[in-house]
C-alpha cells in the first residue's frame, strides 16, 4: 500500500521501526499520550481490527505487545491495550495497530 503511511514505515529498511519480524512491526508513536506508547501492527496492511481474521497473526500482535510491555519496564505496573475502530473510535491510520500505553495512572472512562 504506497500510500498508507503505516506501510512505508515498517517496510523501509531505513525507517524508525524499533522491531520487525516476519509478521509483526513495531513503532513508537510519533505523538505519545503517556510515558511508554508505542504501537504493535501487522505488516500486512489490513485497514481495520474489525478486519483481522487471522488468529495466529492476532495472537502474535498480543504476544509482541506484551513482550516489548515487560522489556519497557511497565509490566509490573500495569498498561492499557487499545485497538481504535473506525470514525467514532478516532482511528486515524487505517493500517490496523494495538496502542500499548503505560508508565502512569491512565484513567478511566477513556474520553
Ligand atoms: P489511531 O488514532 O488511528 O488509533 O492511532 C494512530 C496513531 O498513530 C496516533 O497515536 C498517532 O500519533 C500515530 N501516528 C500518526 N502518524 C504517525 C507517524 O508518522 N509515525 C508514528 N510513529 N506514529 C504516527
Ligand atoms: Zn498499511
Keep these: ?8 514505515l515498517i517496510n523501509d529498511p531505513g525507517s524508525i521501526a524499533v522491531y520487525r519480524d516476519d509478521d509483526v512491526a513495531l ?8 510515558p511508554v ?4 501492527l501487522p505488516r500486512q496492511h489490513v ?3 474489525a ?9 502474535r500482535i498480543f504476544q ?6 515487560r522489556e519497557r519496564g511497565i ?5 492499557r491495550l487499545v485497538f481504535n475502530q473506525g470514525p467514532n473510535a478516532g482511528q486515524t491510520v487505517y493500517h490496523v495497530h494495538l ?3 503505560g508508565g502512569r495512572q491512565l484513567t478511566w472512562p477513556p474520553g
Design 1 to 8: 500500500m504506497a500510500d498508507c503511511i503505516f506501510c512505508r
Design 27 to 34: 513503532l513508537d508513536d510519533i505523538n505519545p499520550q503517556a
Design 37 to 40: 506508547h508505542f504501537l504493535v
Design 47 to 49: 485497514e481495520t481490527i
Design 51 to 59: 478486519e483481522l481474521d487471522d488468529h495466529q497473526l492476532l495472537g
Design 64 to 69: 509482541v505487545a506484551h513482550r516489548i510491555a
Design 75 to 79: 509490566a509490573e505496573g500495569g498498561y
Design 99 to 101: 496502542h500499548v500505553l
